[in-house]
């Protein structure tokens, strides 16, 4: 009876050190540093056990409709605030808005991407996106050689084949997801960037290659978001959906790596400079050389599939995303339609240059990603040692990141924030927007190398789909946003494309 006794005691007292331990990991000790900038004078924007400023996305959805209204809203109740803080698992962020402070942030070479949720991306992607200092450096240098003027206008026509083939499925149909829909598209351009050719032949556990490739986007975002790694660390994850993640990853690498040696060794170097229609491999073949050890100028096989990989998944976030939200734009307003259909020319002017000069096109996409901002904050960053931004002191370890989502509807300087308007953007009243302020696609050395190609993309996809549907949508049909891994609708977006009448 003794011994039981014994057991129960030394067992109820490991529960009470653990209860202990996490009541201060995840409480106790962000409470003390969020004290420490409170006295600085930073906005407390929310404190909330484990979850920070997401306890306000329940409440959002049932008041407002929208999950992140309360975030949107905050620089509308709070003018002239130039940053806020919440909590996240243990962490303290502090998100930005002053736009001083915003490029001193980016400018700043203490502070780095923060390894929580980071590093299980970096399982099956390492790419630029994740890369610091000189290595980030090297690689950008290297890519952005061959991410050139010439291949973005070699990428139109691909493109548009792309948007075509899509096109003659949907015709006349309901798309029960048009996200997902664009999402696939994007995939299907990011493939034919990189390699000139669909995948579609190639099949992984009698699955595409797109479909192995976003079933492992979801398999990471699921885990980043579960509650055993928000927990337990990455180590609490290793003999599930991880280790599967990793054997996948290995497996479609070894199907990328063949197709890429079987083009370096097939490629003639002079058949190559009258090659017409040339992708990302093609240029990188002949503009750096592509070798076995990397090198200061030269870039391995191993490294172009991780920069695909990146590719492929910043392209379904981002232009799958903001697509989807366009066509759920036209349909909800479709005098907006009419308006960018007379400023496109015909197919045949579907030139970077043409594409750029078409205006109001671009102040549609520009206000679609202001205000549908596909992501609340950039990946978290983190302080490597004591800092200052501005007047404000920053202790090691804080987790700092820009507020987009916030700013974005910040009435100082979007008139009628929560109001789409694309007129905003070539009535004059954002002539002087400060930079920093609207930046969907990052900014200062980080910023995304791939935006004039998701730009590029964007517009041809609405350009093809504005000349040949209209499009309808279930008038009972209200959009509401929550957060997944990614802001996203609560129900999917289900489109009719009716063939336009001739």
């Not at 990793?246 to 497996?251: A, E, F, L, R, W």
């Not at 040339?278 to 191993?302: A, C, F, H, R, V």
């Amino acid at each position: 009876m003794g011994l039981i006794l014994q057991i129960i005691i030394f067992i109820l007292t490991i529960i009470s050190l653990l209860a202990l331990y996490l009541v201060y990991k995840f409480y106790v000790k962000p409470k003390i540093l969020m004290g420490f900038y409170e006295k600085q004078g930073v906005k407390n924007l929310c404190f909330y056990p484990f979850i920070g400023k997401y306890s306000f996305v329940s409440r959002d959805i049932m008041l407002k409709g929208d999950g992140f209204y309360s975030i949107k809203d905050f620089l509308a109740q709070n003018p002239g605030c130039k940053y806020s803080m919440t909590n996240l698992a243990e962490f303290v962020c502090i998100q930005l808005y002053d736009p001083d402070i915003i490029k001193e942030f980016y400018n700043c070479k203490h502070i780095v991407k923060h390894k929580f949720g980071v590093e299980i991306f970096q399982e099956f992607m390492n790419g630029i996106v994740f890369a610091e200092g000189e290595e980030h450096t090297r690689k950008r240098k290297i890519i952005s050689q061959a991410f050139h003027y010439q291949l973005l206008q070699s990428m139109i026509s691909p493109l548009s084949e792309i948007y075509d083939e899509f096109i003659d499925k949907v015709k006349d149909k309901k798309v029960d997801d048009c996200i997902s829909m664009f999402q696939d598209i994007s995939g299907e351009s990011v493939l034919r960037l990189f390699f000139s050719k669909s995948f579609k032949d190639y099949k992984y556990r009698n699955k595409t290659m797109t479909e192995t490739l976003s079933d492992l986007i979801n398999c990471a975002g699921q885990m980043a978001k579960s509650t055993e790694y928000a927990f337990l660390g990455k180590g609490a994850l290793r003999f599930g959906k991880l280790s599967t993640l990793q054997k996948t990853t290995k497996d479609i690498k070894k199907i990328f790596k063949e197709v890429i040696t079987n083009r370096i060794d097939s490629t003639n170097l002079d058949d190559l400079k009258h090659k017409q229609r040339k992708d990302m491999i093609d240029y990188l073949i002949e503009n750096q050389g592509i070798d076995k050890i990397e090198s200061e100028n030269k870039i391995t096989i191993e490294t172009i599939i991780e920069e695909f990989i990146t590719f492929y998944v910043a392209g379904l976030d981002t232009t799958g995303h903001t697509l989807g939200m366009a066509m759920y734009y036209l349909s909800v307003y479709p005098e907006l339609s009419e308006e960018i259909k007379a400023t496109i020319k015909s197919q045949a002017d579907l030139t970077s240059e043409n594409i750029k000069n078409m205006k109001y096109l671009q102040a549609f996409v520009n206000e679609v990603l202001r205000h549908y901002t596909i992501a609340d904050q950039l990946f978290m960053r983190t302080a490597t040692q004591d800092i200052q931004l501005g007047n404000l002191k920053i202790k090691k370890g804080t987790v700092l990141n820009v507020g987009n989502l916030e700013n974005h509807f910040d009435p100082k300087y979007f008139k009628d924030p929560h109001q789409f308007n694309p007129q905003r953007w070539l009535d004059g009243s954002l002539d002087k927007l400060p930079p920093y302020i609207f930046n969907p696609f990052s900014a200062g050395k980080n910023n995304c190398i791939g935006q004039h190609f998701a730009q590029i993309n964007i517009k041809i996809g609405l350009i093809k789909f504005i000349q040949s549907f209209d499009f309808e949508i279930d008038p009972n049909y209200k959009l509401i946003l929550t957060f997944q891994f990614l802001i996203e609708p609560v129900q999917p977006i289900a489109l009719t494309f009716k063939s336009k009448k001739l």
